[in-house]
């Protein structure tokens, strides 16, 4: 017992040296479906450094920061400081994956992993292809023979669909014009065009195939209508599910007796949660898991609410959500395709589609009006991403992540308003390195979580379709295994034949004026993880302890040095460019 408790008091006097370091702020990169290991990584650095300042990202990292934010705005961590704060909003993040494991075991959440297995949604997806096939040839012109069809598939058109639509992942509407042709096509309802009917099942079931093949498999290259399908993802009821985890974490509204669930919890597991991941706090003691089960359980058993969402970014932690925002002439090119795609009924409308004007492609910035006039006035005009920096205004976290998160491959563009401006997102996949905007919001130290490795090849290939730059596909390749190591060790190493492509000023990783890397040369600490190595499928624990544990390349002059650790051997790289092991 003695042994155990001078064991304890060591490890909190290392705490507590720890949480002394200077404040930062948090560059957090979007990672799409790997988003968990956003929590290793983040716990970690929490731990050792307390909450950031401000933090900035887009797509995946703005839910990321949501969440964040919730628990910066507890009561039992809003009003604690010091060691206390930084232990117990560490272990609220940790126990992101709790929460997500108890939702597990919900048989409503069973479907929702059933209906995103690839490899599941491939097979119950047979009937699509069965049915274009009739369709296309000729003999489905018997409305009898096609209601008979669609009653024998009844079973994979609700696993499929309406699962989907209850939880909230497939917007009702996405789909329509399948369904409404479809009761044509069946006698439900009338038309004087049935050729017309015809056409429109036959696209948009292809349109609904492709748009399942790629999750998980995004190809903008070979993807025509990208930017045009209707994804599968609600994201306005993704943001109002995700909004009902923001309010139990932030404990607006919170009962007496649920406040003192809160406080039994931390105050029990949060020394027991150092050095570990939420995994290990469960293995140390199950009852740190019980109980907040039970938590989770009493809050929804009783409360529903969701106002936390609604309110606007940055509760607790100032905080800077990100996406690509249409302008001037990209927004009306953009526009009229929107509709035109829906008339044509052409699989390969957008595989030639030029939205004209890469000058009114703008990054934007959701944030308090002051920071944002700041951030404009203090960015770099020489660095090509900052240039394109427009502010969004002080929008509330639920429209940042129906819009930054809603990326293409899962969302169609989507049109949105700010600042009295008719504008469309693309989705937050344009700045991934948000180092840049975070010093010029007057950041002394930021911290950026990201992967190993250079710029994602995908977002590489979205900003070629819309800005249409000068690279070529050869070296964007993500449709073969082959052709994705190809690419990433020229990525990884970057192109020093040239210096002046748009491409370049972006993305070019050996070129020392490039967006990406002016932002990791003012990054004062990079947590590198290998994230990449990952599948949701392997289950959440390995991707989060490997986030958890990721080396950090820290600047030496940083007061940051000697608390984070471990470091990042820089002699130690692949031939890939990756780095290897840390020191």
């Given at each position: 017992?003695?042994?155990?408790?001078?064991?304890?008091?060591?490890?909190?006097?290392?705490?507590?040296?720890?949480?002394?370091?200077?404040?930062?702020?948090?560059?957090?990169?979007?990672?799409?479906?790997?988003?968990?290991a956003?929590?290793?990584a983040?716990?970690?650095?929490?731990?050792?450094?307390?909450?950031?300042?401000?933090?900035?990202?887009?797509?995946?990292?703005?839910?990321?920061?949501?969440?964040?934010?919730?628990?910066?705005?507890?009561?039992?961590?809003?009003?604690?400081?010091?060691?206390?704060?930084?232990?117990?909003?560490?272990?609220?993040?940790?126990?992101?994956e709790?929460?997500?494991?108890?939702?597990?075991?919900?048989?409503?959440?069973?479907?929702?992993?059933?209906?995103?297995?690839?490899?599941?949604?491939?097979?119950r997806?047979?009937w699509?292809?069965?049915?274009?096939?009739k369709?296309?040839?000729?003999?489905?012109?018997?409305?009898?023979?096609?209601?008979?069809?669609?009653?024998?598939?009844?079973?994979?058109?609700?696993?499929?669909?309406?699962?989907?639509?209850?939880?909230?992942?497939?917007?009702?509407?996405?789909?329509?014009?399948?369904?409404?042709?479809?009761?044509?096509?069946?006698?439900?309802?009338?038309t004087?065009?049935?050729?017309?009917?015809?056409?429109?099942?036959i696209?948009?079931?292809?349109?609904?195939?492709?748009?399942?093949?790629?999750l998980?498999?995004?190809?903008?290259?070979?993807?025509?209508?990208?930017?045009?399908?209707?994804?599968?993802?609600?994201?306005?009821?993704?943001a109002?599910?995700?909004?009902?985890?923001?309010?139990?974490?932030?404990?607006?509204?919170?009962?007496?007796?649920?406040?003192?669930?809160?406080?039994?919890?931390?105050?029990?597991?949060?020394?027991?949660?150092?050095?570990?991941?939420?995994?290990?706090?469960s293995?140390?003691?199950?009852?740190?898991?019980?109980?907040?089960?039970?938590?989770?359980?009493?809050?929804?058993?009783?409360?529903?609410?969701?106002?936390?969402?609604?309110?606007?970014?940055?509760?607790?932690?100032?905080?800077?959500?990100v996406?690509?925002?249409?302008t001037?002439a990209?927004?009306?090119?953009?526009?009229?395709?929107?509709?035109?795609?829906?008339?044509?009924?052409?699989?390969?409308?957008?595989?030639?589609?030029?939205?004209?004007?890469?000058?009114?492609?703008?990054?934007?910035?959701?944030?308090?009006?002051?920071?944002?006039?700041?951030?404009?006035?203090?960015?770099?005009?020489?660095?090509?991403?900052?240039?394109?920096?427009?502010?969004?205004?002080?929008?509330?976290?639920?429209?940042?992540?129906?819009?930054?998160?809603?990326?293409?491959?899962?969302?169609?563009?989507?049109?949105?308003?700010?600042?009295?401006?008719?504008?469309?997102?693309?989705?937050?996949?344009?700045?991934?390195?948000?180092?840049?905007?975070?010093?010029a919001?007057?950041?002394?130290?930021?911290?950026?979580?990201?992967?190993?490795?250079?710029?994602?090849?995908?977002?590489?290939?979205?900003?070629?379709?819309?800005?249409?730059?000068?690279?070529?596909?050869?070296?964007?390749?993500t449709?073969?295994?082959?052709?994705?190591?190809?690419?990433?060790?020229?990525?990884?190493?970057?192109?020093?034949?040239?210096?002046?492509?748009?491409?370049?000023?972006l993305?070019?990783?050996?070129?020392?004026?490039?967006?990406?890397?002016?932002?990791?040369?003012?990054?004062?600490a990079?947590?590198?993880?290998?994230?990449?190595?990952?599948?949701?499928?392997?289950?959440l624990?390995?991707?989060?302890?490997?986030s958890?544990?990721?080396?950090?390349?820290?600047?030496?002059?940083?007061?940051?040095?000697?608390?984070?650790?471990?470091?990042?051997?820089?002699?130690?790289?692949h031939?890939?460019?990756?780095?290897?092991?840390?020191?």
């Amino acid at each position: 017992m003695r042994f155990a408790l001078l064991l304890l008091t060591f490890k909190l006097i290392l705490f507590s040296s720890a949480v002394k370091a200077a404040d930062y702020c948090l560059a957090l990169r979007g990672n799409g479906d790997l988003m968990p290991a956003h929590w290793g990584a983040v716990s970690a650095l929490v731990e050792k450094v307390g909450l950031p300042q401000i933090q900035a990202g887009g797509s995946s990292a703005s839910i990321t920061m949501f969440l964040i934010d919730a628990v910066a705005s507890h009561p039992l961590v809003k009003n604690s400081s010091g060691e206390a704060r930084s232990l117990r909003a560490s272990l609220m993040i940790k126990s992101f994956e709790g929460f997500v494991e108890f939702l597990k075991t919900t048989d409503q959440f069973k479907d929702f992993l059933g209906l995103l297995e690839q490899g599941d949604w491939h097979r119950r997806l047979d009937w699509i292809t069965h049915f274009k096939t009739k369709l296309e040839s000729g003999e489905q012109l018997s409305q009898s023979h096609l209601l008979e069809f669609l009653r024998e598939n009844e079973i994979a058109i609700r696993k499929n669909f309406q699962i989907g639509i209850d939880l909230g992942l497939i917007g009702p509407a996405n789909y329509r014009p399948l369904f409404e042709a479809l009761k044509v096509l069946t006698g439900q309802a009338q038309t004087r065009d049935l050729q017309l009917e015809l056409r429109r099942a036959i696209f948009y079931l292809g349109e609904l195939k492709q748009a399942v093949a790629a999750l998980g498999a995004f190809n903008a290259q070979t993807d025509h209508n990208l930017f045009f399908r209707m994804g599968l993802v609600n994201f306005d009821r993704l943001a109002d599910s995700i909004g009902l985890a923001g309010q139990f974490y932030s404990a607006q509204g919170a009962s007496e007796q649920e406040m003192r669930s809160w406080q039994e919890w931390l105050d029990h597991c949060g020394a027991l949660s150092i050095g570990q991941t939420w995994s290990g706090v469960s293995r140390k003691d199950p009852s740190c898991s019980d109980i907040f089960v039970r938590m989770v359980k009493d809050h929804f058993a009783t409360d529903w609410s969701n106002d936390f969402v609604h309110l606007k970014v940055g509760q607790a932690i100032v905080s800077l959500p990100v996406t690509s925002v249409l302008t001037g002439a990209s927004y009306a090119r953009a526009r009229e395709a929107m509709q035109r795609y829906h008339l044509e009924l052409d699989p390969a409308f957008g595989k030639d589609f030029d939205f004209y004007e890469p000058s009114s492609v703008k990054i934007g910035y959701w944030g308090p009006t002051d920071v944002l006039q700041q951030v404009r006035a203090r960015l770099p005009i020489a660095d090509e991403k900052s240039s394109r920096f427009i502010a969004l205004g002080h929008g509330s976290w639920w429209q940042a992540m129906r819009l930054s998160p809603a990326e293409p491959g899962l969302s169609a563009l989507r049109p949105f308003r700010a600042l009295g401006q008719d504008l469309i997102s693309a989705g937050g996949w344009a700045d991934l390195a948000p180092v840049l905007v975070l010093k010029a919001a007057g950041c002394d130290q930021v911290v950026y979580v990201t992967r190993r490795g250079g710029e994602s090849l995908f977002a590489q290939g979205v900003g070629k379709r819309i800005l249409g730059f000068d690279r070529s596909w050869e070296f964007l390749q993500t449709g073969t295994e082959a052709g994705r190591r190809y690419s990433r060790r020229i990525n990884n190493n970057g192109d020093p034949e040239d210096m002046t492509s748009l491409w370049s000023r972006l993305y070019n990783l050996a070129n020392p004026n490039s967006s990406l890397r002016r932002a990791l040369n003012a990054a004062d600490a990079i947590l590198c993880t290998s994230w990449d190595r990952f599948e949701l499928r392997g289950g959440l624990s390995p991707m989060i302890e490997d986030s958890y544990n990721s080396p950090y390349y820290v600047k030496p002059k940083s007061r940051l040095y000697s608390t984070l650790r471990p470091h990042l051997d820089p002699t130690q790289m692949h031939e890939s460019g990756d780095y290897l092991e840390h020191a």
